[in-house]
């Protein structure tokens, strides 16, 4: 599909401090749901108490696990605003997450993660190498951020049915750069 089925809105339509992705001006369409949807957003992946950097780790594992190409385009470039090293990208693409390029730290909240998505239960192993670099919030929040993904990504399917587009350069610019909404 190369244009959107159902016109965008303007960016004018969208609450302040929004940055005008096709996404956000495509559910501009559903007034009543969009603040929602940002406030779930900006609870889930912003005022989190894990760092941007490990944040755009579980964003990209999730995105990785479950195939959603549209979050894992736009967290590769969050990732990289972030600081997230190119080789740690690639090597949560390629499913190698145990390896060198992770700090113990990175392992262990990585290695929590992949079960979380594997469910239905973390191992016991897991979870108390997981609970020795993060906090009880910390380890709720990475839950909430993958089930919170999940929603997104059959959200985004629905939107992508109807034709939201993927602007190269400029969605993830937006976000990672001067409007940030998610950092």
């Known amino acids: 599909m190369s244009t959107a089925r159902i016109p965008y ?12 992705l096709n996404l956000f001006l495509m559910w501009s369409h559903s007034p009543s749901t969009l603040p929602h949807e940002i406030s779930l957003g900006t609870a889930c992946f ?3 108490s894990l760092s941007p950097h490990n944040r755009e780790l579980v964003c990209l594992l999730t995105a990785h696990r479950l195939s959603c190409d549209y979050q894992w385009k736009q ?8 600081g997230v090293p190119t080789a740690k990208i690639e090597a949560i693409e ?13 392992k262990a909240l990585l290695a929590f993660l992949d079960e979380v998505l594997q469910g239905p239960e973390v191992s016991d192993s897991v979870f108390e ?9 910390a380890l709720v929040e990475v839950v909430t951020m993958q089930a919170s993904t ?5 959200d985004t399917s629905i939107l992508l049915q109807i034709g939201v587009l993927l602007q190269p ?3 993830c610019d937006s976000v ?8």
């Open 150 to 154: 999940i929603w997104a990504k059959n």
């Open 9 to 20: 809105r303007p960016a004018s339509c969208l609450p302040k401090g929004i940055p005008p």
């Open 169 to 171: 350069g400029k969605d």
């Open 46 to 48: 912003r005022d989190t």
């Open 129 to 137: 190498d997981a609970r020795k670099h993060f906090s009880d919030q």
């Open 176 to 183: 990672s750069g001067g409007s940030r909404i998610f950092e």
């Open 94 to 106: 390629a499913g190698q997450i145990t390896g060198d390029k992770f700090s113990e730290l990175e």
């Open 75 to 82: 967290h590769v470039q969050i990732a990289k605003a972030t």
